[in-house]
């Protein structure tokens, strides 16, 4: 299973912005679909953006849509979760994981159809 590291994280003000970054310690993005899930204290994770590795589709959950952007660096091997103009509600741990890509055209993206995640990154955004 691919390792996964999340860094980026930290406090920012009301209409600030973070970039967050997902790299692979051990194994390969190839053919994986790559998310990134959000969990506030006493919540469910919650979908964010997803990046197709092979093709670069991508999926954005509500709260995304607008605000935040999600890119993937073949060269580096890492995808990035660009957030804008931030707001109190985003303050959660943010998480990237991974699931194979079966090639479907609308692909599954709760988080329990994820496989591998990281070890969370904390944002924190101040009013």
């Known amino acids: 299973q691919v390792q996964l590291v999340e860094t980026g994280g930290g406090l920012v003000q009301t209409g600030g912005s973070l970039r967050l970054s997902c790299g692979a310690s051990r194994g390969t993005f190839n053919s994986n679909i790559v998310g990134w899930f959000r969990q506030a204290p006493g919540k469910e994770h919650e979908f964010v953006a997803a990046?197709?590795?092979?093709?670069?589709?991508?999926y954005y959950g509500d709260s995304a849509k607008g605000r935040f952007i999600i890119s993937r660096d073949v060269t580096e091997l890492t995808v990035y979760l660009h957030m804008n103009n931030l707001l109190p509600e985003d303050t959660a741990n943010y998480y990237c994981?991974?699931?194979?890509?079966?090639?479907?055209?609308?692909?599954?993206?709760?988080?329990?159809?994820?496989?591998?995640w990281g070890q969370g990154t904390q944002v924190t955004v101040s009013s």
């Open positions: 990046v197709r590795w092979n093709g670069g589709n991508t």
């Open positions: 994981a991974t699931k194979s890509d079966y090639g479907f055209a609308v692909p599954a993206l709760t988080a329990a159809d994820f496989t591998s």
